[in-house]
Each structure stands twice: as structure tokens, then as C-alpha cells.
């Protein structure tokens, strides 16, 4: 965000409410943007990305509740502060409402147009100190969890090293070899989380450059299900990869797009049954045609439905991982979430417990 020129986009269906603003803020170090209705502001807010909007409650078609909602439901769009404008709905029940929608701000017509940029100015300062703040909380994990990896890199390069040596001259017991298996498997436990955690430190500090280019989504699949070969051998699990031919590019980066995809598959592999299956579907949803929606279906043992809406939280982990002997980090599945948001994309999941798990997520297609 610009000190000197932050972005303001307001949003009224009254022409000359938006020119007495537009005045106002004339000798201001603003740029205003103007949208006349709830749709308009959605497209205007999605491609300029404003540091505040200004929304008008009172609008024909969507009104202003219904935008804020819409707002907040798109990544790109969820975090932009917004000042509520209200004529006639002073009553505390719409206030409230409007404030768990998640506005900022709650202001009154007739507009006091210094009010309103006295406030407008102090959410551009928090939202600047809440930038650094995030910035600084990232600059420190990473020095953190950089220390961490580097020694435990080390250990687990040791262990590997004479484990091998001690196997090849057979001078380990059955249970002594089993010892060694277990501090390896600890060891890359270890340093998995650790990984997750510089991950998710960079992704919600918005650290992280995304390295896009044009793909063809049946590429990232062959890369990620090749990976997986052993493993799916190993449990005799059926995969399949339902793509049609003709599907449309996606401007992703696809290391990170990889890693979502990877761990979605291996997420399904600790759940499915010994000879059970997995499947990657591709496709264009007929109510999204902008988007391609990506899923990953397994027949496992499901998760139950109270646990659905959490599941994407921060070592949230369902009660389904409690059973199986391979536990994670339960950062994967925060770590998805956010690289897709990213993208400009959305992932969610469907599941019946014992019977099967659906994980999607989509991405904007390549216009």
C-alpha cells in the first residue's frame, strides 16, 4: 500500500453522493474509485484490490449486506476494510449486523466528509500496522524455524547414514534396527512440522512470491500421482485421474500447486483401506465457468459432519486420524487452504463417514 495515494473505492447508487465524496476528497491523497451497485463494486474491488471501501447500505438489486457478505466470501477480497454509509437504518440490530459481517466502520448520512476521512485515514494506518506487524511476525518464524531445520537436518542425515551401515554389516537386532526406524520417522515428523510451520508463516503474512505461468492441470497431476507410485503399489490402492483432453489452462505456480494437490492425495492414502480407491477429477463446473474445479475422492473412512467446518483450521485434525497408526501435523490442510486463496481460488470438502471423502478446490482459468 502507497503512503501517498491509497485506494478508495466508493460505493452509492445516488450519482451525486458520489460526486460530493469525489469533491471532497479532491485535494485529499487519495485515488477515489466509484461503482453505482453492489455487482459493480465486486468486479471494481476484485481488479483494483482498494485498501478501503466505502459502502452504501441502501441499494437496489444487492444491497449492502449482501456486497460485504460477497466480499468476504472471495480471498482476494476478504481482508479490504469497509465503512458502512446507512440513511435509514439506524436501529442497533442492523449495526450489529453489518459489524459481524465484518464492516470496520459504521457511519450515518448526511456524510460529515471530514469524519469520514478522519476514519478513513486511521484504517489505512491500522491496516499499515497490522502489514508490519505480520511482516515481523513472519521475519521471526522464519529465522526460528530456519535454526530448528538446520540442526535437525543434520540429526536425521546421521541417523539415515548409520542405519544403512549397520544394516549392511548386520550388526543390529531385529528390535535395535526397529529403534533406529523409529527415530528417523520421529525425526522427519519433526522436521515436516517444521516445514508446515515456515509455510503457514509466510502464507498468512503474505510473504511468499508466487512463480506463475500458463499450465496444463494434466501435467501437475502425471508430476504429483508419479510421486505416489510406491505408496499406491505398496497398499494396492486403485488410482485413477479423470481428466478430459481438452480442459483450459491455469496461470499457477506449480511447485505450490503441487504441494496442495500432493497433500490431498496423501492425505486420502492414510484413510483409504488396503486395496481402496483414489480419484482426481478435473472439470469446468457448469455454475463457475471461470474456474477450474480440481478433487480428490477417495472411499476412506470419512469425516463426520460436525467436524467439517473446522477442518482447514490450524492443527485441527479429525477424530477419523485418531485411528490410523500415521499421524500429520495438522497444518497440510491450513497450508492447502491458503495457497489456493492465493491463487484466487476456493477449497472445501464433502464427506460421509464411513463410506467417502471429496477435497476441492479451483483456480481461475487462463481467459
Known sequence: MEDTNPKILVVDDTEDNLDLL???????????????????CLQIARKEIPDIIIL????????????????RAEPVTAGIPVIF?????????????????????????????EELLVRTRML???????????????????????????????IKSVIEYFREIFKQNNNLSPDQYSLFETID??????????????????LESGNINLDKQQIDFHLIVEMVSRDFKIQFKKKEIHFEAAIPENIPMVNIDI????????????NALKFVPVGGNITVTVDVPKDAPEYLQISVIDNGM???KEELPA????????????KIRQKGTGLGLAVCKLLVEAHGGKISVESEVGKSTTFSFTLPIVQ
Open 22 to 40: 469525489e469533491f471532497a476528497m479532491k485535494r485529499k491523497p487519495f485515488t477515489m474509485l466509484r461503482a453505482m451497485s453492489g455487482k459493480e
Open 56 to 71: 452504501d447500505i441502501q441499494m437496489p438489486e444487492m444491497d449492502g449486506f449482501e456486497t460485504l457478505k460477497r466480499l
Open 85 to 113: 454509509l446507512t440513511a435509514q437504518r439506524k436501529d442497533p440490530q442492523s449495526i450489529e449486523r453489518g459489524l459481524e459481517l465484518g464492516a470496520e466502520e459504521f457511519l450515518t448520512k448526511p456524510i460529515d466528509t
Open 124 to 154: 489505512l494506518k491500522l491496516k499499515k500496522l497490522e502489514a508490519e506487524l505480520e511482516r515481523t511476525k513472519a521475519d521471526f518464524m522464519a529465522m526460528l524455524v530456519h535454526d530448528l531445520r538446520s540442526p535437525l537436518s543434520g
Open 185 to 202: 520417522d520421529s525425526a522427519a515428523r519433526m522436521l515436516a512440522l517444521i516445514n508446515d510451520i515456515l509455510d503457514l508463516s509466510k
Open 255 to 266: 511447485n505450490k500447486i503441487g504441494q496442495v494437490l500432493m497433500n490431498l492425495i496423501s
Open 302 to 304: 470419512g469425516i463426520p
Open 311 to 322: 477442518i482447514f483450521d490450524r492443527y485441527k485434525q479429525a477424530s477419523s486420524a485418531k
